[in-house]
C-alpha cells in the first residue's frame, strides 16, 4: 500500500517546527527518524495532512555532557548513542540498551526522540528513561518546559508532549561511585520487541547497602512501568542479603494492566518479567561490587 497523500515541510529551526505544528494542529506531524511513523502510513493505520520533517534541525540533535547530566537531542540517531564512547562512560545503561533495538538499518534511522515520542511499552529506551529518572525537555511556542520521565508517559504511544510541541532533547543523570547497570529482555527472535525486559541502575554504599536504585519495566503494562515495590524493598538493605528472584516478583508483582496477546497470557509476561528483573539484579549488583 502507499501512504495517503500529504504535504511535506522540512523547518531549518526547532522554532520554526513548533510554528508549523501550531500553525496545522493534530492535522500535522512530527517526521524524525521515520522507524514507525513510516510503516503506520504506508499501511494507512495512520494519515496526517503535513509532515513536519525535524532530521535536518542541527540544534536537536548532538550529545553534550554538562554539569552531572548527558544531554541528548532527539533527532540523535540510535546509531549514533550506540557508537559514543561518551555516552557508554556516562550513561551505561543507556548504552547496553541501543543494541537491543530493532537491527542496525533501524539503528541507523531511528532516533532517541522518535523512540520516545512513540512511547511502545514494549520499547527499550522508555524503561532506561524510567530506570534513570531522565528529564525530557520539551519545546513550545512559549520556550522549552521540562517533564520528568515519570510524567511523560500517559498512555499506549501517548505522552504529556501536546499536538503543537516537540520534544527537543533529553537529560540523563550521571551515576557516579559503586554502580552497576543491566538490561534483560526475552524477545522471541532478535530485534524483535521484547515479550518482558527490565532496565536496572543501582548504587552500592561503602557499607555494602543499597544507596539508590532504578528498576524500569517494559512489555508489561499500557506504559513503561517503574518497579517501585522491589526498588523500596532494596533500598537501605545489605546486597548480600537480598534476594533476586524475590525482587524480581516484587517488582511486578502489583502490576495490574499486563497485556494478554497471541506472544502469552498476562500471567506468563508477570513470570518472564520478574525472571528478567532477578538476572538484571544480578548482573547490576555483580558490576557495582568491581
Not at 543494541?99 to 520516545?116: A, D, K, V, Y
Not at 541502575?201 to 503494562?221: H, P, S, T, Y
Request: aromatic letters at 6%; glycine letters at 12%.
Amino acid at each position: 500500500m502507499k501512504p495517503a497523500p500529504f504535504d511535506y515541510v522540512r523547518p531549518s529551526t526547532a522554532a520554526e517546527a513548533v510554528g508549523l505544528l501550531a500553525e496545522h494542529g493534530d492535522d500535522a506531524k512530527l517526521l524524525a527518524g521515520g522507524q514507525s511513523l513510516v510503516p503506520m502510513l504506508a499501511l494507512r493505520l495512520a494519515s496526517f495532512a503535513t509532515l513536519v520533517d525535524i532530521g535536518r534541525v542541527p540544534e536537536l540533535g548532538g550529545i553534550a555532557v554538562e554539569s552531572g547530566e548527558v544531554r541528548i537531542g532527539a533527532t540523535t540517531t540510535q546509531a549514533t548513542i550506540e557508537r559514543s564512547a561518551e555516552v557508554a562512560r556516562a550513561v551505561p545503561l543507556l548504552a547496553r540498551a541501543t543494541p537491543l533495538i530493532g537491527h542496525f538499518q533501524i539503528r541507523s534511522r531511528g532516533t532517541l526522540g522518535g523512540s520516545l515520542a512513540h512511547a511502545d511499552p514494549a520499547a527499550e529506551y522508555p524503561a532506561v528513561a524510567l530506570a534513570l529518572d531522565a528529564d525530557f525537555e520539551v519545546l513550545t511556542t512559549g520556550g522549552t518546559r521540562v517533564v520528568p520521565a515519570n510524567e511523560f508517559f500517559t498512555g499506549v504511544w501517548s505522552t504529556a508532549v501536546a499536538d503543537d510541541e516537540l520534544l527537543a532533547a533529553v537529560r540523563f543523570p550521571i551515576w557516579t561511585g559503586r554502580c552497576g547497570f543491566a538490561v534483560r529482555e526475552f524477545a522471541r527472535r532478535h530485534g524483535d520487541f521484547a515479550i518482558a525486559g527490565a532496565a536496572l541502575a543501582v548504587e552500592l554504599g561503602g557499607d555494602d547497602r543499597v544507596a539508590r536504585v532504578g528498576i524500569g519495566l517494559f512489555g508489561l503494562g499500557s506504559t513503561p512501568e517503574r518497579g517501585a515495590p522491589a526498588e523500596a524493598a532494596a533500598l537501605g538493605q545489605p546486597a548480600s542479603e537480598l534476594d533476586a528472584d524475590e525482587l524480581g516478583r516484587l517488582a511486578v508483582g502489583e502490576l495490574d494492566s499486563i497485556p494478554t496477546d497471541l506472544h502469552g497470557s498476562a500471567e506468563y509476561r508477570r513470570r518472564v518479567g520478574a525472571a528478567m528483573v532477578a538476572a538484571a539484579w544480578r548482573d547490576a549488583i555483580e558490576e557495582a561490587r568491581r
